[in-house]
Structures are given as structure tokens and as C-alpha cells.
């Protein structure tokens, strides 16, 4: 049987079924740079270096942008989105914007999951030596679909043992959360300060209700920062979605199922009065893949 960490990034596929990945001079002013992720329905892309086009230096993505311009109005009172995109860029260099990783197409998926598992790495720009394959953007998502459409190859773990056999509960990690009380920019502050991507809303009870996660900023303007300053719920408003739970006794498929069926990046474990205990990131299912 073959093993699914000795596959090359080309039998992925990717080059037929994503397309041709964008990367941005760093010049790009933030007001383009958030029409261009608008018009591709994209949450981030790839910042060309300065002596160097060919080149990625590091990635800028749309929480990024809402936490300068957040800053920018806290301490100025106004927005500027003329300011070169690169600016955005966080100075926390455990960031994934000063974290972009390369990789070829002749590389082999283990030496992608072993980054991507650390947690730190959502997505890598592969390349081609040979020139004849475009780039294109891989995620963490492209290998989950990638396991869950092909299940016979050989991975690192047995997918039907639960969630508690495979060490994934309880989780060692604390679980930062926000109320329904708190504004949606105090949540978005409290996932740059936690360094996460997602965080569960407590209801009064402190169950679970809802999720706010970085994904609610696609289609991010600059007519839409004012909104941040709404109660989460109301930022949320017809977009918030029923959070997507799972308990310690559950297997990983399982698990694997609900983030294909639900287009998630993460399930909750909950116990039975619904309030969160630990969280199965894509980051840890690709680490149980990989044979941690």
C-alpha cells in the first residue's frame, strides 16, 4: 500500500484544479490590495520581494489588514489604505506573514505536512524548477480533500480510533473564547494576541453558539471597518453559522467527514453540556496523518 507522505505535490493534482496562484508588488497600496482579494475571493496572496519579483518574501493576508487598519484608527482616528501593502505586516515574526514556505513540485507531501502540522504554516507556494507546471497556492484544506478522496493510501494513524485513543483529547491547549457581549474586534484583537485563527462565542451558559474565525473577513472593504465595533453577533449576522462539534469519543474520520461535508478548518469538542474543551484543527488532523 502506498504511503500518502510518499507522494509528490504533482500527484496532487493541484496544477489542474487551482488556479495559477497571484502574488503582489509590495508597493501595492492596501486599498488595491483589499479590491484585488475582493475580486478573487481570496483571504491571502503572496508578496513579491523587493529586488526580486520572482521571489516570495512573505504573505499578507486579510487579518492583517483589518488589525492595521483597527490600530490605525485607534490611534490616528482615521483610516489611510493609500500606505504600501507591506506595512500591514506584523512584527511578530512567528506570524504565518513572515512565514511563506516554497516548495517544488517534485517535493514530497511529507515534507509539506511535517511543516504544515507545526501549526504555524496554513498554506505553501509551490513552484516548478523545470518551468513547466504554473505555481499555484497549496493548503492544509487541499491535503485534508486529498485523504479524505483517496482513503487507501497508508497514513500515520487509524482514522476510525477516536479522538481520545489518539491523544487529540483532552487537549493540553488552553481554549481562548469571547461572550456574545463582546465586540467583533475585540474578538479579532483577542486572536492576534492568542495567535489562533478562530475562536468559540460562549453563550450565557458558556456553550457554544457560533464561531468567529479570520474566513469572516473575505470580501473585507473600507467601507466595512466601522462594522467591526458591532456586538460579534450582530457583525456576524446572517453569516454566522452553527459551530460544528464533535466529542472525545468520536473517531478521526469522523472528524475528517464533518470538515469536508461543513467546509471548515477546525471542530470543536464539546462535552455534554455543549461547552468547548478542546478544538481539532486541520493543523492536528494532518498531524495524526502524518504519524505526528
Given amino acids: 500500500m502506498t504511503k500518502l507522505l510518499d507522494l509528490t505535490i504533482a500527484e496532487l493534482n493541484l496544477h489542474h484544479t487551482k488556479p495559477a496562484a497571484i502574488s503582489i508588488s509590495p508597493d501595492t497600496t492596501i486599498k488595491d490590495a483589499l479590491v484585488l482579494l475582493k475580486e478573487k475571493n481570496i483571504l491571502a496572496f503572496p508578496l513579491q520581494s523587493r529586488s526580486?519579483?520572482?521571489?516570495?518574501?512573505?504573505?499578507?493576508?486579510?487579518?492583517?489588514?483589518?488589525?492595521?487598519?483597527?490600530?490605525?484608527?485607534?490611534?490616528?482616528?482615521?483610516?489611510?489604505?493609500?500606505?504600501?501593502?507591506?506595512?500591514?505586516?506584523?512584527?511578530?515574526?512567528?506570524?504565518?506573514?513572515?512565514?511563506?514556505?516554497?516548495?517544488?513540485?517534485?517535493?514530497?507531501?511529507r515534507e509539506v505536512m511535517n511543516?504544515?502540522?507545526?501549526?504555524?504554516?496554513?498554506?505553501?507556494?509551490?513552484?516548478?524548477?523545470?518551468?513547466?507546471?504554473?505555481?499555484?497556492?497549496?493548503?492544509?484544506?487541499?491535503?485534508?480533500?486529498?485523504?479524505?478522496?483517496?482513503?487507501?493510501?497508508?497514513?500515520?494513524?487509524?482514522?476510525?480510533?477516536?479522538?481520545?485513543?489518539?491523544g487529540l483529547v483532552p487537549d493540553a491547549r488552553p481554549i481562548h473564547s469571547?461572550?456574545?457581549?463582546?465586540?467583533?474586534?475585540?474578538?479579532?484583537?483577542?486572536?492576534?494576541q492568542q495567535n489562533v485563527l478562530a475562536l468559540p462565542i460562549l453563550g450565557k451558559h458558556n456553550e457554544i453558539i457560533s464561531t468567529l474565525s479570520a474566513s469572516d473577513l473575505r470580501g473585507l472593504t473600507e467601507e466595512?471597518?466601522?462594522?467591526?465595533?458591532?456586538?460579534?453577533?450582530?457583525?456576524?449576522?446572517?453569516?454566522?453559522?452553527?459551530?460544528?462539534?464533535?466529542?472525545g469519543a468520536d473517531?478521526?474520520?469522523?472528524?475528517?467527514?464533518?470538515?469536508?461535508?461543513?467546509h471548515v478548518h477546525r471542530v470543536w469538542v464539546v462535552?455534554?453540556?455543549?461547552?468547548?474543551?478542546?478544538v481539532v484543527s486541520l493543523s492536528d488532523v494532518i498531524s495524526a496523518l502524518a504519524g505526528k
Fill in 52 to 109: 526580486n519579483v520572482d521571489k516570495i518574501t512573505s504573505l499578507v493576508n486579510v487579518f492583517d489588514i483589518l488589525l492595521y487598519g483597527s490600530d490605525q484608527i485607534e490611534k490616528k482616528g482615521k483610516l489611510d489604505l493609500t500606505r504600501p501593502v507591506d506595512e500591514v505586516l506584523s512584527l511578530d515574526d512567528d506570524r504565518e506573514s513572515y512565514l511563506m514556505q516554497v516548495f517544488d513540485y517534485r517535493d514530497t507531501l
Fill in 115 to 166: 511543516v504544515f502540522k507545526t501549526g504555524h504554516h496554513h498554506r505553501a507556494w509551490i513552484s516548478d524548477a523545470m518551468n513547466v507546471l504554473p505555481s499555484c497556492i497549496m493548503t492544509q484544506s487541499d491535503i485534508i480533500r486529498y485523504t479524505y478522496a483517496h482513503p487507501d493510501f497508508q497514513v500515520g494513524c487509524d482514522k476510525q480510533a477516536d479522538l481520545i485513543t489518539l
Fill in 178 to 192: 469571547i461572550t456574545i457581549n463582546a465586540t467583533a474586534v475585540q474578538g479579532f484583537q483577542t486572536m492576534r
Fill in 224 to 247: 466595512k471597518f466601522g462594522s467591526f465595533n458591532q456586538p460579534v453577533m450582530d457583525f456576524l449576522g446572517s453569516t454566522a453559522k452553527v459551530p460544528v462539534t464533535c466529542t
Fill in 251 to 262: 473517531s478521526l474520520q469522523s472528524v475528517i467527514d464533518k470538515i469536508i461535508a461543513k
Fill in 271 to 278: 462535552d455534554g453540556d455543549n461547552k468547548v474543551i478542546g
